[in-house]
């Protein structure tokens, strides 16, 4: 099915060339000053036409120049553009190596600018950093390098979604996601997927649809200058991805294909070995007998007999289950991709084809995926241009779910599986379920599905007119069209099915998003000083939602649909709507490449809001200043750029709820009959979450070498919603509220330098490093609000631990021991000015005892390159922050926990007086309440990650152009290879609230490819 | 219907405030508003629907409030360390206690609130239908008061332990709850007056038919009579058990039919049970599942509880036990399932005549001693085969009718004769624990007691009142935690 899809494509780009027009014929080889070897890529344009090419893999061209044209334009990506007039019919070039960063283009929202006018923030991500890297979705490959991103992954599910924070916490409990817009486009990143209540889960992301190698660049705009264009959306920062379009000239080709093995990155949760485990379970077992029991002698040896022997035999043959070693496994990587680009002066096409296979590293969990993409872009005229993107995307997922739940392989591995339970009976067959009841998920695995095939396609088409000189019209259309049907199905064999008698669940879930934007541009230049870029148009966008799902019972063996389902239970769906009208402007000026300024507004209209909070205004001023084009610096030679930039502005972000303001009745069924539940109270003034800005910078390019830039932010959000909880006296558990407000304040750093330039080995570092301080700032009634494990209080952090405050085990007697905490907040002290300390949990008042947000992040990117060799690896860092591991509560019991497996950690206990222990003396199923929550869980968590590694090396073009071919490329790719940190019981990234969770940790893969072109 | 493509390609934003007004104006598709959804009787069903749908949950009626009082009690227990420890082992606390039972309640209560607003502005014309409404109000009424009493007994003091008027109960709820009001505990007798007013009032609105799955006027009785038997009112508590005995025309189910009965939907002798189903909110966590050894199988019953009952050979109850998941005979057969239905759809009864019989055997015992022999002997006769059972080769007499059936006279009554018999009757429907304690007795748990402490509850031990969770305190500044649960 793969091979016939790339070879139909294959025919479709051969018959896509088209002949060219005839002309005079000019040829010639483009060459690079610094090292006199040839530049394939290299665009070649006749000046003032549209008629082009580009060099091929040995840096030639050969062009056709119409009658009367006599200029070429040669142009490449970190070259000096060149105009040379035509004299014969041969033309050779060497080009210059431009200093880095002068005028890039850049995406930002509704266009492109240049770099150097751009007065907001904003961080871009190029196609390079990018390819190689083997991840299945491409927000992961942004982590690193981007100042002030966070980046942490949700799941070790393939397809699953990522956790992306721009500079902080930008709100409460609506989404704290940025938008991302694909091609001008904003889309949807709600989940379609599943989680273990049947609700939607983060286990599926529409991004993974997308190949990433079919993307040009991302970029991050994080201020309100950048982002206050996006409106109500942007608060959390906004992420742009463009796509590849082609070039026109001969029709490339590239190949791709990489294989590698996936590994967790960490250990985790490291569990005790069998012989432990009985070890420490009979000491508890004693402990209970001797100390609380007042049993000794034989007594207390039978009670501990009796127990160990009815809930943790030792298995006949002495060998212990590793459950890690049955759930759990290496996982793998297949890629495969073809793409092909070209055109002529007035078409240009890119298309790519690929497929994907992932198996993850918990037993059941894989994804495969394959898309397609085709972006056409057609000069119809010089005034009349057509753009249309077609982008097919289909993920099939067997779903490994995460969370607190005996199906998920994670959890069961190490937690609900013991090593004294087996996965076998002695006559062979599998064994049903745990001593304690849990299910043998070996079993249930071979015999049960949990899966999601989601398709998405999107068409995005523009059309743009130059109505007069400067003056452009665009309007885009986009339908985004995501299907996923998902399947949970249970054999009536299986333990989870048996009730039952084979159970089959489904959900097909549709959602439709139709954006039309029209926009009009005016650029102009006035006197060759006054430059003035004027925008003005409206957006309007239509998310539709709709589902279906259907659950049967008694569904004999070998049937996975409900038609074979003999007992229809229950069915269910929805078909919701929301819609968002906007209307935008935005006016920049500059005077003579020196001065800057530029503003912006939009006005949006949601229907997730009540009448009267409907609209909202959001905008921004900004400006900058180029100081290296002024006179009195410019002769400074060492210095080649500075500019100094502010911004201002407002921005928003919209309740997560599409009905949030409504009073409500949810429709259930009793007895057969509709039944009404009041399940949401009304809320008319709910209302924007407000965003305000400010971002100040500068950025430098010194020596031709070095360049960076710095810059401080403050973004201070005001009308915050939160789910608040409520008394349930009223009947409701929370209800959303504009509470309070809060501020990230902090600063960004980036240097970038090419160290080795000049010789053949080649050496560029970069390296960025951020730093934000998060503080609520108000709460509506001032009151702190509890929300386990942390408090959000005015003054502190939004993830601030609050826990009690662990004192440490009595070396006497091998008590757990917490502080007492005072009406202030602090540890209390007796008259001797020492700490209390109580053996009581009860006692132990909550305090702060941590925050999860670092001090610090950031990447350390590294380029080597020697002849065909190349070697690019990047660091990224975090410093500060804690991590609570709420998801070992069980897992460090202290006996407190009879049905769970228990980690490594809890060999250090009490064992005598006078030991100096991390855990207390433990006693079996006893109620101790030493393993209440407390700050004895809180780590530190500092690291140091080699993210990603990439050995490359090209076979030199001699020898591959003898076999037709311009490029063969070789590669080693390994992500998360090397993790230093400050804590080795958990992976390093964790979601960003730093609670651990029971999701699948952030795996490590080594990877090889070779990449062809043609 | 608009084409929508067309409407966002023409640009809404340029029609006009009004037009883009309306598009930006959107109701979710699978919920109703709540103004204007309850003006029909039928709508008004509906909504006292969504009152019994909150009572079923496995929060309330079909779990909780059933095993984790039995559990805390004699005569079940749980299977092995899983689910039930928290109850079976006393170890609950204000942070770990079980939040469901105090907020599950109060949102079934919120709905009673949200109805009772419009039940009088309820269009009804004709008697039928004024009637149906009555009924419908009646039934909130009713239930309102049923809600309040089971939530005072979980967290407020036993009003037999004394000081009802100084000892805090639970918040009153007559009206719809602000979101930001911080309602305060009333004391235990003033939610028991609140209890029997609301069931008095429903009482005179509600219909004498028996209506599956809903309370009618006979189960309002009967439970009043239940909530007078816990104040220990108990001339109150005849008069209303004495009313349904007779007046209801509900009869006591028979012998040969006992054990099949409990897989019925709508039991002959059952006032008012909660039907449950595995469309709605029938589930894993469900008592049914949790008797079940194909399920969860994790509460049973006491090995004393089995001794006893298998030692009676010839009553009927003993059939009820079935192979438990410790392969003993500890699975109590209440919760079957409806016929080739899994276990957790069976239906919950809430009250059945069998437990008013009990009720009047104990209202009547200190004014009446023959009486209440003569209403618990009803339920003692029907548990026993109503003539002699004689062996196979037709020699050996194994059962002498009426000799063998263990009936009592006015002079070997008391009260623990009748506390017995409450224990062989409703076992495993959530009573033994609420009998205990507002009796003031000890409970006293066998040896197969597999936690360490706890084996015995004195009724001075704080823990025989459920705390308060924890999340309500955060969110309550007014709401003061029950004695005990401090430290």
């Known amino acids: 099915m793969k091979k016939s899809l790339v070879s139909m494509l294959i025919l479709f780009f051969v018959g896509l060339q088209g002949v060219l027009a005839q002309g005079r014929e000019i040829s010639g080889v483009v060459t690079s000053a610094e090292d006199g070897l040839s530049i394939p890529g290299v665009s070649v344009i006749v000046k003032g036409t549209t008629i082009g090419t580009t060099t091929n893999f040995d840096g030639q061209y050969s062009l056709n120049v119409p009658e009367g044209e006599s200029v070429l334009v040669f142009s490449f990506v970190g070259m000096t553009t060149q105009e040379v007039a035509v004299s014969g019919a041969t033309l050779n070039v060497v080009m210059e190596s431009e200093s880095i960063g002068v005028d890039e283009v850049m995406v930002v929202a509704y266009g492109v600018t240049k770099k150097s006018s751009f007065t907001g923030s904003a961080s871009t991500v190029n196609s390079d950093k990018l390819k190689d890297t083997p991840v299945t979705s491409f927000e992961k490959a942004l982590s690193g390098n981007v100042p002030g991103l966070q980046v942490s992954s949700v799941s070790g599910q393939p397809g699953a979604s990522t956790e992306i924070r721009i500079r902080g916490i930008g709100s409460f409990s609506a989404d704290q996601n940025p938008l991302y817009v694909i091609d001008g486009v904003p889309v949807t990143t709600s989940s379609t997927g599943i989680t273990y209540s049947g609700e939607e889960g983060s286990t599926t992301t529409p991004l993974s649809t997308i190949n990433p190698a079919d993307i040009e660049s991302v970029t991050v705009l994080k201020d309100a200058a950048a982002a206050s264009l996006y409106g109500s959306r942007a608060a959390n920062g906004v992420i742009v991805i463009t796509t590849k379009q082609g070039k026109s000239g001969k029709t490339r080709f590239n190949f791709s294909t990489s294989h590698g093995v996936t590994d967790l990155a960490m250990d985790n949760f490291e569990t005790v070995s069998g012989e432990d485990f009985i070890m420490l379970q009979r000491e508890g077992l004693m402990n209970n007998a001797i100390d609380l029991q007042g049993l000794s002698g034989d007594a207390a040896t039978a009670y501990v007999d009796g127990v160990m022997n009815n809930y943790y035999p030792t298995p006949a043959d002495g060998n212990f289950t590793n459950w890690d070693d049955e759930l759990m496994r290496k996982g793998q990587v297949h890629n495969y991709e073809l793409s092909a680009s070209g055109g002529n002066e007035k078409t240009t096409f890119f298309a790519s084809v690929s497929a994907n296979q992932t198996d993850g590293v918990a037993r059941n969990s894989d994804m495969e995926r394959i898309t397609g993409r085709v972006n056409l872009k057609h000069k119809a005229t010089d005034k009349l241009t057509f753009t249309t993107n077609l982008s097919f995307g289909s993920v099939k997922q067997n779903i490994a779910l995460g969370g607190f739940y005996y199906a998920n392989p994670f959890f069961a591995s190490r937690q609900l599986l013991l090593p004294t339970d087996l996965v076998r009976n002695p006559d062979g067959s599998l064994t049903e379920e745990s001593t304690f009841g849990y299910y043998n998920m070996v079993r249930e695995y071979s015999l049960n599905e949990r899966s999601s095939d989601t398709w998405r396609n999107t068409i995005n088409s523009s059309v743009e007119y130059k109505i007069l000189e400067g003056l452009t019209f665009k309007s885009t259309f986009s339908y985004d069209w995501i299907n996923t049907d998902n399947l949970v199905y249970s054999s009536p064999v299986s333990r989870a099915g048996r009730a039952n008698k084979g159970e089959v669940w489904q959900r097909s879930v549709k959602n439709k998003i139709l954006t039309s934007s029209n926009i009009l541009t005016y650029d102009k230049t006035f006197n060759e000083k006054h430059h003035i870029n004027v925008l003005a148009g409206y957006e309007v966008e239509e998310e539709n939602s709709w589902a279906m799902e259907a659950e049967g019972y008694n569904v004999p063996e070998g049937i996975k649909v409900n038609d074979g389902a003999a007992k229809p239970n229950a069915v269910g769906g929805w078909d919701d709507t929301n819609t968002l009208i906007s209307y935008l402007g935005k006016v920049d000026y500059d005077f003579m490449n020196k001065y800057y300024v530029s503003a912006s507004i939009r006005r949006d209209g949601s229907s997730k809001l009540g009448a009267d909070e409907r609209w909202a205004n959001f905008w921004s001023v900004s400006g900058s200043w180029r100081l290296s084009q002024e006179d009195f610096i410019s002769s400074a030679t060492w210095l080649d750029d500075l500019k100094v930039r502010a911004s201002y502005g407002t921005n928003g972000t919209l309740p997560v709820s599409w009905y949030g303001h409504k009073a409500l009745y949810s429709v259930n069924a009793y007895n057969s009959q509709p039944a009404l539940d009041y399940s949401q109270i009304a809320n008319p003034s709910l209302s924007w979450e407000e965003s305000k800005n400010f971002n100040a910078g500068f950025d430098f390019r010194v020596l031709g070498r070095f360049s960076g830039s710095f810059e401080y932010f403050q973004k201070k959000t005001e009308s915050m919603l939160m789910q608040v909880p409520l008394s349930r006296v009223t009947g409701f558990s929370s209800m959303w509220q504009n509470i309070g407000e809060m501020e990230n304040k902090g600063w960004e750093f980036t240097l970038n330098a090419n160290v080795l330039r000049d010789s053949e080995l080649k050496w560029d570092v970069s390296f960025n490093v951020s730093h934000y301080k998060n503080e609520i700032t108000k709460l509506s009634n001032g009151e702190p609000i509890f929300d386990f494990p942390y408090i959000r209080k005015e003054g502190e952090a939004y993830n601030t631990f609050y826990l009690r405050d662990w004192a440490g085990v009595d070396p006497d007697d091998g008590a757990a021991q917490w502080y007492v905490i005072d009406e202030d907040g602090n540890r209390a002290k007796d008259d001797s000015g020492n700490h209390i300390k109580t053996k009581n949990p009860a006692q132990a008042a909550k305090a702060i005892v941590g925050c999860a947000d670092p001090d610090f992040t950031g990447g350390i990117n590294n380029s080597l390159s020697y002849k065909g060799l190349s070697l690019d690896f990047l660091f990224n860092f975090s410093i500060g922050g804690d991590i609570y591991n709420h998801a070992a509560y069980n897992m460090m019991g202290d006996g407190n926990a009879p049905t769970a497996n228990m980690m490594e950690n809890q060999l250090d206990r009490w064992q005598k007086p006078g030991d100096k222990a991390r855990n207390p003396k433990r006693y079996w199923n006893s109620d101790t309440r030493s393993n209440w929550n407390s700050s004895r869980r809180i780590m530190d968590n500092d690291y140091l990650r080699l993210k990603s590694l990439t050995l490359g090396y090209s076979l030199p073009s001699e020898w591959v152009n003898k076999v037709s071919l311009s490029n063969v490329k070789f590669y080693f790719t390994g992500t998360n290879l090397l993790t230093f940190s400050s804590q080795d019981e958990v992976d390093v990234e964790q979601p960003v609230h730093g609670s651990t969770t029971w999701e699948i940790p952030t795996t490590k893969t080594y990877t090889f490819g070779v990449n062809i072109g043609f | ?487």
Request: proline share 3%.
């Open chain 2, 1 to 487: 219907m608009k084409n929508r493509f067309i409407y966002t390609l023409l640009g809404v934003a340029l029609l006009g405030t009004s037009c883009s007004d309306s598009w930006l104006e959107e109701d979710p598709s699978d919920k109703l508003a709540v103004d204007g959804s309850v003006q029909t009787v039928t709508q008004a069903q509906y909504a006292i629907d969504g009152v019994y749908d909150q009572m079923s949950d496995d929060a309330y009626y079909n779990g909780k409030y059933i095993f984790n009082f039995d559990v805390m009690a004699d005569d079940m227990r749980a299977s092995e360390t899983g689910r039930l420890d928290d109850y079976y082992r006393y170890t609950f606390y204000t942070e770990s206690s079980d939040t469901e039972m105090w907020s599950r309640p109060y949102r079934a209560m919120k709905n009673v609130a949200s109805l009772l607003a419009v039940i009088d502005n309820v269009e009804a014309e004709g008697a039928d239908a004024i009637a149906a409404r009555n009924d419908i109000k009646g039934q909130a009424l009713a239930l309102r008061g049923l809600i309040h009493f089971d939530l005072v007994k979980t967290f407020g003091k036993p009003y037999t332990h004394g000081d009802a008027n100084t000892a805090l109960g639970v918040p009153i709820v007559t009206d719809l709850v602000a979101f930001d009001q911080k309602m305060s505990r009333n004391t235990v007798e003033e939610v028991y007056n609140q209890v029997i007013a609301d069931f008095k009032a429903g009482i005179d609105l509600l219909s004498n038919d028996a209506n599956l799955g809903h309370i009618n006027k006979a189960a309002a009785q009967a439970l009043l009579a239940r909530v007078y038997l816990y104040k220990g009112d108990m001339a109150n508590a005849l008069t209303y058990a004495e009313e349904v005995i007779n007046n209801s025309n509900v009869s006591l189910m028979s012998r040969d039919n006992y054990v099949g009965e409990w897989a019925k939907d709508g039991m002959s002798e059952s006032l008012f049970e909660i039907v449950n189903s595995s469309e709605d909110n029938g589930g894993l966590e469900s008592v049914g599942y949790l008797s079940d050894p194909d399920g969860y199988g994790q509460f049973v019953a006491t090995d004393p509880f089995i001794a006893k009952l298998q030692a009676a050979t010839y009553d009927v109850r003993n059939q009820m036990l079935a192979k438990d998941e410790l392969d003993r005979m500890g699975r109590v057969m209440k919760y079957p399932g409806k016929a080739n239905e899994p276990s957790y759809t069976s239906n919950t009864r809430v009250i059945r005549l069998s437990e008013v019989y009990l009720i009047a055997a104990e209202a009547a015992l200190a004014s009446d001693a023959a009486k209440a022999a003569e209403y618990l002997n009803a339920v003692i006769e029907r548990a026993y085969p109503t003539e002699d059972v004689i062996d196979a080769d037709g020699t050996t007499v194994l059962f002498d009718h009426p000799a063998d059936v263990p009936t009592v006279t006015a002079a070997t009554i008391n009260l623990a004769r009748i506390l017995e018999e409450r224990s062989l009757e409703l076992v495993a429907e959530g009573h033994r624990f609420h009998d205990l304690v507002r009796n003031n007795l000890t409970i006293t748990r066998g040896d197969d007691y597999w936690g360490t402490t706890y084996k015995t509850i004195e009724m001075t031990d704080y823990k025989i009142i459920q705390p308060i969770p924890r999340i309500e305190l955060d969110a309550n500044p007014n709401m003061v935690q029950n004695p005990g649960y401090e430290s």
